[in-house]
């Protein structure tokens, strides 16, 4: 089961900010969720919300500032605790820090269908120039900018984010012929996660951050969880598996353990 880091490692560092994937980054995360919005000058930039009114002492839609002005506000406020003055980040911004990223779902969040069209135009051709078809999918709740990412490059991977149970979001997913089915985790079932799979779809859920429901959603399939604390996360992974290797794992290995003792 693959571990995502939410908005870079949202319950570690800045939402949505390259401190907070460096953080992530430098603890082993490879795998990355984060959202997308144009900027006046029409570049996707990192950021969750439609204004800049949560994250940043300014005010206003993100409209209505370049990245240049976004990158020089300070994205601390109401979020993780940081020593020093983070910005808003562009996403190519983002993709020159890494070079060995595994894959990032690309979350565009619903706004004006004008600025949709040119934020689609503008992640197709940066999808297209850095060959990263293999490394990222384009996600949203706006199955019409998911059916004209389609339009545009049937290769570049999309995913519906589903939060609700109706319209049933496996057979919206289909509708619009998504490779990724990103779920509330309330939603999840075994017989989904199933059905999707046998359709050829990846199935990743957030935000889980309860170990306890991280094992849930593992014994009922999922392929990833997104999480605000993708390296403790995977801390616990590891150390589990760790642990298990150290065990005996068969009959055998353990009358031979058996046998050398009794030799003693």
């Known amino acids: 089961m693959i571990v995502y880091g939410h908005r870079g490692a949202k319950g570690e560092a800045p939402e949505n900010t390259l401190p907070g994937f460096i953080h992530a980054y430098r603890n082993g995360i490879r795998h990355f969720e984060l959202d997308l919005i144009l900027s006046k000058d029409g570049k996707p930039v990192l950021i969750h919300d439609l204004t800049v009114d949560r994250t940043t002492s300014h005010k206003g839609s993100v409209a209505s500032y370049t990245a240049d002005e976004l990158a020089g506000m300070d994205a601390r406020k109401n979020t993780s ?41 503008r992640l197709t051709e940066i999808i297209q120039r850095r060959d990263l078809y293999q490394k990222v999918a384009i996600t949203s709740s706006d199955t019409w900018l998911l059916k004209e990412v389609k339009r545009r490059n049937k290769h570049i991977r999309t995913g519906l984010v589903a939060e609700r149970k109706f319209p049933k979001p496996l057979s919206m997913a289909l509708k619009f012929d998504c490779d990724y089915l990103c779920l509330n985790w309330k939603l999840c079932s075994k017989s989904l996660v199933e059905s999707a799979n046998r359709r050829g779809m990846h199935v990743s859920v957030w935000t889980v951050n309860r170990i306890h429901d991280m094992l849930v959603m593992e014994t009922m399939g999922v392929d990833s969880i997104i999480t605000d604390y993708p390296t403790s996360t995977r801390m616990f992974f590891d150390n589990r598996a760790k642990s298990q290797l150290t065990l005996p794992n068969t009959t055998n290995e353990m009358i031979a353990a058996s046998e050398v003792l009794t030799a003693r």
């Open 81 to 121: 605790s940081w020593p020093s003055p983070v910005g808003i980040p562009s996403l190519e911004g983002l993709l020159d820090q890494f070079d060995d990223l595994e894959h990032l779902q690309l979350e565009v969040k619903s706004d004006k269908r004008q600025r949709l069209n040119v934020l689609c135009n």
